[in-house]
């Protein structure tokens, strides 16, 4: 987890509201990536980044959007948060380069519950 | 939908056992890497290995890729109790920028 911070670790929220977490790193890497985790599906890509102002979408996008404005920093929002995305939500960083993925360092997890 | 998919889906072995895992995948990738996930944390980089090697070693973990079989197989010998986790496969598809991760197989080294 060295090097990667999420915010909140544990959030519940109310179903409708809005929600932001947050992926700070330290590393200077270039690409960060959300994901969630849910029993019996493993990890799915929500959105990624490929450098400030530059996002572009995973295979569970929908009801979430991103937003990156430094290079350290990259918000995940849920825009009406629902009861499907009650998960738990981890950050990931890597050295991409060439457009081949590289080793990913992840952070610790934000556990959301949505009522 | 998953690119990797592990086998077995749970495994449990005794401390000092080797423990096999494999991953099948569906598309050509560049690269297949594994990561270990301890309950409650985040995933932890294990080993990489290219589509033009066929095996690879760091310490206890031998990994091996058939590209013609489009699967990939993690060895961990001599397993610890501290080797109970979950092991994840993912892909680096040819083109993609990002990795598919499979469903994982859950570990457990009983002392």
């Known amino acids: 987890d060295a090097g990667i911070t999420q915010s909140p670790r544990h959030k519940v929220t109310e179903t409708g509201t809005p929600v932001t977490l947050r992926c700070h790193q330290t590393e200077n890497h270039r690409y960060m990536y959300w994901y969630r985790q849910d029993p019996g599906h493993g990890l799915r890509l929500i959105h990624y980044?490929?450098?400030?102002?530059?996002?572009d979408k995973g295979e569970v996008s929908d009801g979430y959007s991103v937003s990156r404005s430094k290079t350290e920093d990259f918000l995940l929002t849920l825009e009406s948060a629902t009861s499907s995305q009650t998960s738990v939500y981890f950050c990931a960083i890597s050295a991409t380069g060439q457009s081949v993925p590289y080793e990913q360092y992840f952070g610790p997890g934000t556990r959301l519950t949505v009522t | 939908s998953q690119q990797g998919e592990e086998d077995p889906q749970a495994l449990s072995i005794q401390e000092g056992e080797n423990a096999t895992m494999n991953c099948s995948y569906k598309t050509s990738i560049n690269n297949l890497q594994w990561y270990r996930q301890n309950s409650g944390r985040g995933l932890v980089h294990l080993i990489l290995i290219r589509s033009n090697e066929r095996e690879k070693h760091s310490g206890r973990l031998r990994v091996t890729l058939d590209t013609s079989k489009k699967s990939s197989s993690l060895l961990i010998t001599a397993s610890r109790a501290a080797d109970t986790a979950s092991y994840f496969c993912?892909?680096?598809?040819?083109?993609?920028?990002?990795?598919?991760f499979g469903t994982g197989t859950r570990l457990t080294v009983i002392p």
């Open positions: 980044s490929y450098g400030v102002k530059d996002t």
């Open positions: 993912a892909t680096a598809r040819t083109g993609a920028n990002n990795l598919f």
